[in-house]
């Protein structure tokens, strides 16, 4: 690992207004983040969990603090600029897996790689790497009706790895899934951390999700626990 963090925050808030009343989701943050590390982040529904990790991928703007990525600090950025940086360095992957139904399990990988310059060719190899390291190469000509709810979760994984990034987001990637598809998504996460050195950040309820990561972190209304 890298002796910089590849995220670094401090005193991090977010508030939100609903109506006359202020909700406030995180409370003055401050947490480093190494490059490389499985971090998972747990706590109870409302901790402000989503909230960090949407501000950690430039999906949702702070109310005060800063959060550096990469040294870039994320919320400075303009909203096409925001989105380039996404493009280029995060990869998303969510409970609901996302996949345009009328498009093969190839096709639905390969549409980051649409916002990029690279040609059919190079776009073909990057999407059947992609497919290969969540083992789904035999599958690349689905579509995501022929294909089990693990597998297409694989497929939003490796959608979210076509572009190589550097960070790998994960908002409860397992909630959808039975216990055997579950427990082949979480390995190919800790793979992409200890073996292809992605930094990977993981919101879940789950305990036995957690124990895959590297280190575990705990929200309680917006603050860090321990």
């Not at 949702?60 to 800063?66: A, I, V």
């Not at 310059?117 to 689905?142: C, F, K, M, N, P």
Request: hydrophobic residues 40%; charged residues 20%; aromatic residues 4%.
């Amino acid at each position: 690992m890298a002796d910089e963090p590849i995220v670094c925050i401090r005193d991090l808030s977010k508030v939100y207004e609903q109506g006359e009343i202020q909700v406030t989701a995180l409370d003055r943050v401050s947490l480093d983040i190494a490059a490389g590390e499985f971090l998972t982040l747990m706590g109870p529904s409302g901790s402000g969990k989503s909230t960090l990790l949407h501000i950690i991928a430039g999906i949702d703007r702070p109310t005060g603090g800063s959060c550096h990525v990469q040294g870039i600090d994320v919320a400075q950025l303009n909203e096409t600029e925001l989105a380039a940086w996404r493009n280029h360095n995060v990869g998303f992957v969510f409970q609901t897996f996302n996949l345009i139904p009328v498009l093969t399990a190839f096709e639905n990988v390969e549409l980051p790689l649409l916002l990029t310059r690279l040609d059919s060719r190079e776009r073909r190899r990057q999407v059947d790497i992609a497919l290969e390291l969540v083992g789904l190469a035999d599958r690349r000509r689905h579509l995501p009706r022929q294909l089990s709810g693990g597998q297409e979760q694989r497929v939003a994984i490796a959608r979210a790895l076509v572009t190589d990034p550097s960070l790998v987001v994960a908002d409860e990637p397992t909630g959808n899934l039975d216990s055997h598809s579950a427990q082949e998504v979480l390995e190919i996460l800790q793979a992409l951390s200890r073996t292809a050195g992605k930094t990977v950040l993981l919101v879940t309820h789950d305990p036995k999700a957690a124990a895959y990561g590297s280190r575990s972190i705990h929200l309680e209304k917006g603050v860090l626990v321990g």
